[in-house]
């Protein structure tokens, strides 16, 4: 199995910075993908940023140039850089790993991320 831990996450004013942290524990490859989703209070869950096992990412359009996702295979990591804040990123902040070994996709418990006007 695989367990996610996610933390990094606190209240920001906007224009400010976070680097959110994600630890795997279990069966990783560095070829599973592994990527941040977002939940704001009563949206859907939405993709974040993601990357492959091949290194392709993708991001999602509202924090293109603002976010940077980042992964350290062997330390079983994947980061989150956030830069420019603004209060819309508010969200809890979820790590998702698509296991190739187990078939299936894991989540983390989630970080909030609050952003101040």
């Known amino acids: 199995q695989v367990q996610l831990v996610e933390s990094g996450g606190g209240l920001v004013q906007a224009g400010g910075s976070l680097r959110l942290s994600c630890a795997a524990s279990?069966?990783?490859?560095?070829?599973?993908?592994m990527g941040w989703y977002r939940q704001a209070p009563g949206m859907q869950r939405e993709l974040v940023a993601k990357?492959?096992?091949?290194?392709?990412?993708n991001y999602a359009d509202s924090v293109k140039g603002r976010f940077t996702i980042s992964r350290d295979n062997a330390k079983k990591m994947v980061y989150l850089q956030m830069n420019s804040l603004k209060p819309e990123d508010t969200a809890v902040y979820y790590c998702n790993v698509d296991s190739i070994a187990f078939k299936k996709v894991y989540w983390g418990q989630g970080t909030q991320v609050t952003v101040s006007s």
């Open positions: 279990g069966i990783i490859f560095s070829r599973d993908a």
């Open positions: 990357m492959t096992g091949g290194g392709s990412i």
